[in-house]
């Protein structure tokens, strides 16, 4: 069946370590997108990916950085720079304007 | 700036029946679209309706039906004939369509607990 894996499900970071969320899609869609969840929060974007080898800063993109070499994948790091890295983050894609999203079962980071 | 705003953080139901989420957006585009997400506490968002701003008609599916009243900037989520496996947190979005990122913005989310 066509949809997003992120992994791992769960994550722990010490402090000052980078650490990468993955990101992969079988749906062959075209847009990729990482969202921010905290607790009791709505979403909130991080960085997106409408085409391979493009991506673009979403409203919170300090302390993160993306790749999207493949189509398939849009791996998320989180790095040492990002200073409250605790979060839930969800991956989503989506294949065209006129189209809907799909996301993925999301990574709970825990810094230690 | 677009903006979803979600009144409610939470909100009790007895069992079969019906309840409403309040949504209201601000936005100035003519065109954008509505969606509604269930997010059980497993974590992942789960696409309930859709409504775009020139569809005459409210949006249904199923148990859920759209309260779309454009004038108003309002896009309220009526469940009905609530069931246990309804308690979860729901979220209100909109899609950017002008500035043409696709991207979706959130509302806070209601959490909604069905009682039996």
């Known amino acids: 069946d066509g949809g997003i894996t992120q992994s791992p499900k769960y994550l722990f970071r010490k402090e000052g370590q980078n650490v990468t969320l993955s990101c992969e899609q079988n749906l062959n869609h075209d847009a990729m997108y990482w969202y921010r969840q905290d607790p009791g929060q709505g979403l909130r974007l991080i960085y997106y990916s409408q085409i391979v080898n493009d991506f673009q800063k979403g409203d919170i993109a300090e302390g993160y950085s993306v790749s999207r070499e493949k189509k398939e994948s849009f791996p998320l790091t989180v790095t040492s720079a990002q200073k409250n890295p605790t979060a839930f983050y969800l991956c989503?894609?989506?294949?065209?304007?006129?189209?809907?999203?799909?996301f993925g079962s999301g990574t709970r980071l825990t810094v230690v | 700036a677009q903006k979803i705003t979600q009144t409610q953080p939470g909100m009790f139901v007895q069992e079969k029946e019906a309840v409403t989420l309040d949504c209201t957006y601000d936005t100035s585009d003519q065109s954008y679209g509505l969606f509604w997400y269930k997010q059980p506490s497993s974590g992942e968002m789960i696409f309930l309706i859709y409504q775009g701003s020139y569809d005459e008609q409210n949006a249904t599916e199923g148990r859920y039906s759209l309260n779309f009243q454009k004038a108003r900037k309002s896009a309220n989520l009526v469940i009905s004939a609530s069931q246990l496996g309804d308690s979860a947190m729901y979220f209100c979005a909109m899609r950017d369509i002008a500035g043409n990122t696709g991207k979706l913005i959130f509302g806070q989310g209601t959490t909604l607990q069905v009682k039996p």
């Open positions: 989503a894609s989506r294949k065209g304007s006129n189209y809907g999203y799909t």
